[in-house]
Nanobody, 117 residues
Framework: QVQLVESGGGLVQPGGSLRLSCAPS????????MGWYRRAPGKQRELVAT???????HLPDRMKGRVTISRDIAKNTVYLQMNSLKAEDTADYYC???????????WGQGTRVTVSS
């Protein structure tokens, strides 16, 4: 069974940066979307960023200017660059990939980001 492996989380000071990575344990064909979600303590899961097959991206307004999503198609890998981190960015970040034949919705196990001084 394909698993998504996330990395790059950790403790960072306010104003700092982190780059998260996510790659599947096996190649996923025909990927339509790759994205990142997060769940902060006591809150619902929310979208952080999505990148589509076309290469277009979607970021909620609250993420614009601080977050960049990118991918390496050959490696089936999606990245999330986060800058100017704030305490409220503290959350578990989850990778999501939609792809395969038939299409499936894959989720990572989550990587924790803690923004604290």
């Amino acid at each position: 069974q394909v698993q998504l492996v996330e990395s790059g989380g950790g403790l960072v000071q306010p104003g700092g940066s982190l780059r998260l990575s996510c790659a599947p344990s096996e190649h996923i064909s025909d990927i339509s979307t790759m994205g990142w979600y997060r769940r902060a303590p006591g809150k619902q899961r929310e979208l952080v960023a999505t990148i589509f097959r076309s290469g277009n991206t979607h970021l909620p307004d609250r993420m614009k200017g601080r977050v960049t999503i990118s991918r390496d198609i050959a490696k089936n890998t999606v990245y999330l660059q986060m800058n100017s981190l704030k305490a409220e960015d503290t959350a578990d970040y989850y990778c999501n990939i939609v792809g395969g034949t038939p299409a499936r919705n894959y989720w990572g196990q989550g990587t924790r980001v803690t923004v604290s001084s």
